[in-house]
Structure formats: C-alpha cells, structure tokens
C-alpha cells in the first residue's frame, strides 16, 4: 500500500524567503511522486512530477523537488516566497501496478506568505 | 483550452434526499476519476472509468453511491439516502488515458443538513 505523511500542517513565511513543505512517503513498489496545489476555491493544479527519471524535479512557478528513496522524502522548496504562493499544497503517491495513476493525496501544509 | 467543469459548484440537500453530481472531462481524455475530499483532509480516491466502464470502484464508500459514465465523456455521481457524513467536496479529474497526468476541476460542494 501507498501513503504519503505531511509533516506540517501549517506552514508561515515571510515575502521574499525560502519555503519547504516536508513530504515523507510509503510504498510497495516503485512510486511516483508529486506535489499538487489548491487555491481557494479553484481546482488542484499539478506544481511538479517525479515518475523515476532525474531526482531533483523542476516545477511551476519556481518550485522544485528532491526525491531522495534513502530518506523516503520527497520534500518541496521554492527560492523566494510570493504572496501568490499563499494555498494548500499536497504530496501525492501513485503506482502504476493498478494499470492506472491510483493517486493518494496527503493531508495537505497550508502556506501563509506574510508581507 | 476548456478544463474539467464540475457543475454544480454548491449542493445544499436534506438527509435522506438523492442527489446527482455532474463532471465533463476535458474533450478527448478517455479516463476519468472522482475524488472526495473532506474538510482538513486530501482527497480520497472513488472510482476510476477508462471509457464508459468503472474500471476500479474500489473507493466508493457503501452501496449508496454509484456513478456512470454512459457515452465515454459526461460522468455523473450519484448518492442515494444522503447522510450528514456525505458532505465534503466531491472533486473530478481526467486524463488522456490512465497513466498519464490527471486534470482536476474545481469541485462539487455538498452539504447535507
């Protein structure tokens, strides 16, 4: 089975600093990874992808990941926040063994950008 | 182009009541999903159609739920004997086929008083 943990719920910076949302994950086979985010009242939008080719995985708006299998995380960074970075963000797993992309989200990190 | 839609965007029911979520997939995706998610939660997997057939309804939560997808595009969710635990937002996705990246539309809010 497949699982993803957050390890923070909430997550507070400032405009203009750097930003990590924890991802550690779980799974029987070999995983793909992702990190989708959620604005208020808009539908999730994929940030990034990793599906086992390079380990670090560049995103949207700035945002990249790591995917490091010895330390099961699969942790997100961003250089410098924006106040338009301020959502829910969720780490996902899926495999293929299913026949398809079996997503299984996590509980989700709320980022605050504070000017 | 056009995303996912989710129509409608609020449902507000009574216990007991039957009520009917629609999704339209991006035009041309061949797989399409339903989530739930739950207040302070992600989404959970329902079901998964590959064409007009439910390929994997592993999610679905009870017998009170079921959700068809008769031409291989529209899908609709259905809920019968609607329970105050069923309200959450009731999300879709689709893909171009399954193993591909999934497209998420903006969800159903339902609310069961």
């Known amino acids: 089975a497949q699982s993803v943990t957050q390890l923070d719920s909430h997550v507070s910076v400032s405009e203009g600093t750097p930003v990590l949302l924890r991802c550690n994950y779980s799974s029987s086979y070999s995983p793909s990874l992702f990190w989708y985010v959620q604005h208020p009242n808009k539908g999730l939008q994929l940030l990034l992808k990793y599906t086992s080719a390079a380990t670090l995985v560049k995103g949207i708006n700035g945002f990249e990941a790591e995917f490091k299998k010895s330390e099961t995380s699969f942790h997100l960074t961003k250089p410098s926040a924006h106040m338009s970075d301020a959502a829910e963000y969720f780490c996902v797993v899926s495999t293929l063994n299913t026949g398809f992309q079996k997503l299984v989200f996590g509980t989700g990190t709320r980022l605050l950008v504070s000017p | 182009g056009a995303g996912v839609s989710q129509t409608p965007s609020n449902k507000v029911t009574e216990k007991g009541k039957y009520v009917e979520l629609r999704c339209d997939p991006i035009?041309?995706?061949?797989?399409l999903y339903w989530y739930r998610q739950s207040l302070g939660q992600g989404p959970e997997f329902l079901i998964y159609f590959q064409g007009t057939g439910a390929a994997d309804d592993s999610g679905l939560p009870n017998d009170r739920f079921f959700a068809v997808r008769p031409e291989g595009s529209v899908s609709t969710l259905k809920i019968q004997r609607t329970e105050r635990g069923d309200s959450a937002v009731y999300l879709c996705a689709s893909s171009l086929q399954g193993a591909d990246t999934q497209y998420f539309g903006p969800g159903t809010r339902l609310t069961v008083l």
């Open positions: 035009s041309g995706h061949t797989a």
